[in-house]
């Protein structure tokens, strides 16, 4: 029998449907991957199936968690189920901690809330909880605090309060999106052994397939609060039998068709030795001010329509280097030099050559500005040369087709597009003075799966068309493997690896480089293993 | 165009939807009307004095009575909504001029020694009593209206610099400043062009409470002698003067000190539903 089976749960709030029919069921020792784009309703499955759902939200269908109706339960037993028959991993480990706590305090709090026991045995209790989730006692003592750790470690005390109690379903929505890919390897490691030894039901909440293909048995595609697909995990994918899941599919694993004849040449970008210090506050009251070097004697180039890939785990310098590139963030030593010409951030002649697209599709636009303005922000650098009026207009209607985008578009507002139609825009703003190179920060992370595969197919002919070079910053190495040639591997603000991206990847020389591979989730690898 | 007309009507319906906001804008624009009403009419010349009607109570021809010089305190009290008004909008606006720049700036120059002489300028303003510095500036300077402005308006310079400053500060980290600075633009321009608009509303929302508490400050002043001078009549030199007279003729404490309240609670309550109705988090769903 299952563990929890869910059937015909709808989920209305006010008026608007937010899940329809949604059935599916966990077997103890086993993982459910529940994927789908954002919006699909997947984290409100979750939401419904804990009682958790926003104000004014309407469930009905039926929860049966060994026999027992979730959805029938008052809040009051809600809160002795959650926690002790349900445990709850969230996205982020950096807001699910309370800093002014020990980790320790933390796990206890779990068991104290929801057993007897004294204070000082809840807490023996979380250590075994926090030893279970690979924090050890010696290495990791329960009186530390959240800042102590790294962002795996946190999420590991998560994991260590969500199944302190042993709870028969545990449910993790995002799980390891905040993580680097080899701590994200680790921490799918930790929640594999905890299903196989321990014989809790999983369900893992994730828009990764490869993630979701290497951990889950069984697996529920959603789109639009509705499951499309399901099935045992291997079986999904090898048949491949609902469109949907073959489009995800393939938009996952989309390599966009690139010309090779035409990169190459003088080199639009020479990074030499570049180091990049921050000032770090004194020890003593009027002591020197420390420095942490952040970019470490880096040296690289970039030719004309090349596209050279960076990657590196967080805090590894990428972005610092990035910002050094683009004349935000003055260098210590060495030299960047774009086109020719040395980079100074008062020459707009040198900087009007790089433009830069960032992550956050919804960050990056001014609110109160319309589309005309902020795609023509960069015609700044261009002096007095700017084109106005009619022109400029017309240069703005040009960069949106280019994007494909409307003509018309120019006239709203940002928050009438869509994720991808801002990083559409974002793209625009970055062309319209026609750059040589375009630095493209973690562009597509933020994005859903077939609108990444679109932007990159857009990235690829735009490189193609204009000969313009992309120097793309990524933690995600399916995408850099996608769409670059070169690809420079960084640690420790060091770049300990560079070659051709096709080489790097079939037989990495570094360890590190070596690590970064094995971590990456994979489908092919998934699926063959 | 499209979006600007689908996004007022939005405004509108949430702005006629809080009660803070209506009853706040009433009542704002009864003492706005009065004083614009006493520039073109009032029942009496305010200065008028005629003895033997004085200290009437409630009447016919003189709707709030007579002074103890026999002048009309309906006349007085109009006149008067024109003087605190004129104080605390030069005040205010003193304020906003200097201190919002000096926001800006500070948090374009973020961390650097700059930032810490204008934060510490301000600190130095705001350590000392308000009314305290205003009696000192009267008492070099001499009474007067001009004088309580300026003495009004020096300390709504830190108020604004720190809330500007601040509002300011979390708009630096954001990713479309980002990009106006890889457009080459300095921060001066992007303080202007991005930064302004985006705390705009915060801004508004500060004006009106510092506004009530500006109306205050010239009631206060005037109330111990240092606003306005005679015969410009002001609401509080109107209370100062009725004080010996409470048990003779109560009214003429009560009308000026009603004047006063209202004008300041419903500048607060305007304040608080400007607040409600920009804060998009905050929706229509509050009353």
Redesign the interface.
Known sequence: MSLLSVSGLNVTIGATPILRDVSLSVEPGRVLGVIGESGAGKSMTALAIMGLLPAGARADGAAILEGADLLGKSEREMCTIRGRDIGMVFQEPATALDPLQTIGQQVAETILVHTGASRRDALVEADRALARAGLSQEHFPRDRFPHDLSGGQRQRVVIASAIALRPKLLIADEPTTALDVTTQARVIALFRSLVDEEGMGLIFITHDLALVTGLADDIAVMRSGEIVDGGATREVFRSLAHPYTRQLFEASSHVPVRDPALRGGAPVLEVTDVARDYLRPPRRVFGPPGAFRAVDGVSFSIGRGENVGLVGESGSGKSTLARAI?G?DRVQAGSIVIDGTALDDSD?AT??K???V???PY??????Q?VDTLVT?????LGNEAPRGAERRQRAEAALETVGLNVADV???IH?FSGGQRQRI?IA?ALIIEPKLIVLDEAVSALDVSVRAQILDLLAELSDRLSISYLFISHDLGVVRAITDRVLVMKAGKIVETGRTDKVFASPQHPYTRELIAAAPSLSRALAG | MEAMVSRSPGLWQRALRSRSFVIGAVLTSIIVLAAALSLVWTPYNYAAQDIPHRLMGLTAEHWFGTDQYGRDVFSQILVGARTSIVVALIAVGIGILIGTPLGLWAAAKRGTLLDEVILRANDLVFAFPALLIAVLITAVFGPGAINAIIAIGIFNIPVFARLTRAAALSLWTADFILAARVAGKNASRISVEHILPNILNTLVVQSTIQFSLGILAEAALAYVGLGAQPPIPSWGKMLADSQTLVGLAPQLALIPGLAIVLTVLGLNLLGDGLRDIFDPRLGGSRR
């Open positions: 683009l935000l707009r900087r009007r790089v433009q830069a960032f992550q956050d960050g990056s636009f001014d609110p109160r319309r922000e960069p015609f700044h650098l006239d709203k507002y009438e974002a703003r």
